[in-house]
């Protein structure tokens, strides 16, 4: 079955706890995402990576950090979590970035105390 | 500054009614539009994706409309079921030799009752 998987799905962590999110795609996508959405902002782009090896910010990029070392894999790096990086965080993964639908995750609820 | 957004932050409608969730968007250089159904607590779906040359396209009982001169776009929901509850995302893609950038409206969240 094609989908974009998520690890863990519910995390409660204190601040400063070094975390990784991962995440894994089985349909060859080139086109990987990280988001966070909040009530009343709605869907926020963390990082994207374009293909292996190449990864850029997002509009809300500090505070984390990402890898793409294999075309499957995109996990997100919480180096020094705090309170305020508590969120619904969603991976997402498309064909490429131009035209084709994105397969999102089924989210990791991240409380950060 | 590109922008997505939506109207109504959220409606309460009867089962059986219909409803038009609307998107305005100011986004340069346009390349697509995509409609995306966010089931609580699941990740978004998309529902449909539309280009500068389309219209309108249709889903099932979802029919997605686009103004590109207006910059807008409309999402009607035809003899709505209580499934149909959800937020219900707009997402305008823009492209150019500097990159490429999503733009999320805060979505609508729709509340179907019996």
């Known amino acids: 079955e094609a989908q974009v998987t998520q690890n863990p799905r519910y995390l409660i962590t204190v601040t400063g706890k070094k975390l990784t999110v991962t995440c894994s795609q089985n349909?060859?996508?080139?086109?990987m995402s990280w988001y966070r959405q909040d009530p009343g902002l709605g869907l926020r782009q963390i990082y994207y990576?374009?293909?292996?090896?190449?990864?850029d910010k997002g509009d809300v990029p500090e505070g984390y950090k990402v890898s793409r070392k294999e075309k499957r894999n995109f996990p997100l790096i919480l180096e020094s979590p705090s309170p305020n990086q508590t969120s619904l965080y969603f991976c997402a993964s498309s064909l490429a970035v131009t035209s084709d639908e994105q397969f999102f995750g089924p989210g990791t609820r991240l409380t950060v105390l | 500054k590109n922008q997505v957004e939506q109207s109504p932050q959220s409606l309460i409608i009867l089962e059986g009614k219909n409803c038009t969730l609307q998107?305005?968007?100011?986004?340069?250089?346009?390349?697509?539009l995509r409609w995306y159904k966010q089931d609580t607590g699941r990740g978004p779906v998309s529902l449909t994706i539309?280009?500068?040359?389309?219209n309108t396209k249709s889903n099932g009982r979802y029919t997605a409309t686009l103004d590109a001169d207006t910059k807008q776009s409309s999402l009607h929901i035809t003899a709505s079921q209580l499934s149909d509850s959800a937020s219900y995302i707009c997402v305008v893609s823009a492209y150019s030799q500097a990159g490429t950038a999503l733009i999320f409206g805060k979505g609508t969240t729709l509340s179907v009752s019996s």
């Open positions: 990576s374009m293909n292996v090896e190449v990864t």
């Open positions: 998107c305005n968007y100011t986004v340069s250089p346009f390349s697509n």
């Open positions: 349909m060859n996508h080139e086109y």
């Open positions: 539309m280009t500068f040359s389309e």
